[in-house]
């Protein structure tokens, strides 16, 4: 009942916060279309296999389950559900699904009707988003439910003495395939056996993308073959770092790619007003001569992951802020180090990467300017470096094959 009081509440003022901010606009208004968008798109008799993610990263962690269903079913229909506006908007069109929409707000009379609509017959979560009136609905109609890449921490709610009421929820799930010992540890002390640890789906995604076309013909012309740091999902903490650097003390034979997390024009104009080198957008690349610029602002979206491919060095952003770290794994792939800042203590992979010195955290401007001036010069520890991250990701694939055998049972 409190929990309903509270989905209430939500529901009541988030229109109103809309009105301020652009992202819970998006949230709102893309959930008026949901139930039309599947009404129109699916048979009501046809069972679906649907996939719901948080957002973006939670996506990429779930994209190879549905490629691989995809090949093993190719007739069934796929729906993939979002919570966020950054997850849908970059992967609305994603072609593989035959839906892609906003998961309607926790109430009995959407749930009802959703999962009406979708009927699916596999339920597939993403590391978390666990909805108790969704979870309840899916365990009533007895609907096969399991979560990939899950990950459990002993300070959530299951796990806590007044945590009963979640702790029922999860019964909806079939099996829980985990990260790590740990997360099945605190399943099975809260009596879930049901739990198989199969480690992280992120990693045959970053994995198959080394075997994709790459090729980004303005950013080799750009690089020039010279030492390039990528420096990806940037926050303005992060660049202001990469400024000083850039700035003050770096080589004519460095180059630096830079794309911020943050698209808004604003941002980008002042980033590039901050740099004293020759400085170009992706926006103005066309007639120029690339090759002539030592800093390459990418104010796009979609093309990071190929560029991480042409990088010397690798910085990945978000470090500095209370989030933690963005996406290490797509440089790591490609066997470059990388830096970061130093909020990563919520990331394994992150923590992993750093115990076996292919990844390096800095905490201000003078560690960045150390490292970077160290991994400039000395090319035999920075390929050393890469091979460990490479090798690093090579040795954790596996996981989607795994709970693709249990989706075939």
Not at 210 to 236: M, R, Y
Not at 350 to 360: G, H, P
Request: glycine share 4%; proline share 3%; hydrophobic share 40%.
């Amino acid at each position: 009942m409190l929990y309903n009081i509270f989905i209430y509440i939500v529901s009541t003022v988030l229109p109103l916060a809309a009105i301020f901010n652009k992202k819970i606009k998006l949230f709102i208004e893309g959930r008026k279309n949901t139930f039309s968008i599947l009404e129109k798109t699916l048979n009501k008799t046809e069972k679906t296999i649907w996939m719901h993610c948080a957002s973006l990263g939670e996506f990429e962690q779930g994209r190879p389950i549905v490629e691989l269903i995809k090949k093993e079913f190719p007739t069934k229909k796929i729906v993939v559900t979002f919570f966020s506006p950054s997850g849908f908007e970059i992967r609305k069109n994603y072609n593989l699904a035959d839906v892609v929409c906003y998961l309607p707000i926790d109430t009995k009379r959407n749930v009802e009707k959703f999962v009406k609509l979708v009927n699916p017959e596999l339920a597939i979560f993403v590391k978390y988003e666990f909805w108790p009136i969704l979870l309840q609905e899916l365990h009533r109609k007895k609907i096969k439910t399991i979560l990939i890449s899950g990950i459990f921490r002993e300070n959530q709610v299951f796990f806590k003495w007044y945590g009963f009421w979640m702790r029922n929820y999860l019964k909806a799930f079939s099996h829980f395939f985990v990260q790590n010992n740990k997360s099945k540890q605190l399943l099975e002390r809260i009596n879930f056996k049901n739990v198989t640890v199969s480690g992280d789906t992120r990693f045959d995604r970053v994995f198959e993308i080394t075997t994709q076309d790459n090729t980004l013909p303005f950013i080799a012309e750009f690089k020039n073959n010279c030492h390039t740091l990528v420096a990806g999902s940037t926050w303005k903490e992060d660049e202001k770092l990469l400024i000083a650097y850039i700035n003050e003390k770096a080589t004519e034979n460095e180059k630096f790619i830079i794309a911020p997390h943050n698209m808004n024009s604003k941002d980008i104009m002042e980033l590039k007003l901050a740099i004293s080198k020759k400085t170009i957008l992706f926006s103005e690349k066309e007639g120029n001569p690339l090759k002539d610029y030592q800093v390459f602002i990418v104010d796009t979206i979609g093309i990071l992951t190929k560029i991480y491919s042409y990088a010397t060095i690798a910085y990945v952003g978000g470090g500095f802020t209370k989030s933690g770290v963005h996406n290490v794994l797509e440089p790591a792939t490609f066997g470059i180090p990388i830096i970061i800042g130093p909020n990563y203590a919520k990331f394994e992979e992150v923590k992993n990467l750093i115990a076996i010195n292919a990844c390096y955290s800095v905490h201000d401007s003078e560690n960045l300017s150390v490292l970077l001036t160290k991994l400039a010069s000395d090319i035999k520890n920075r390929n050393e470096a890469g091979l460990k991250a490479y090798n690093y990701i090579k040795s954790n694939i596996g996981a989607s094959q795994e709970i693709l055998k249990y989706i075939k049972k």
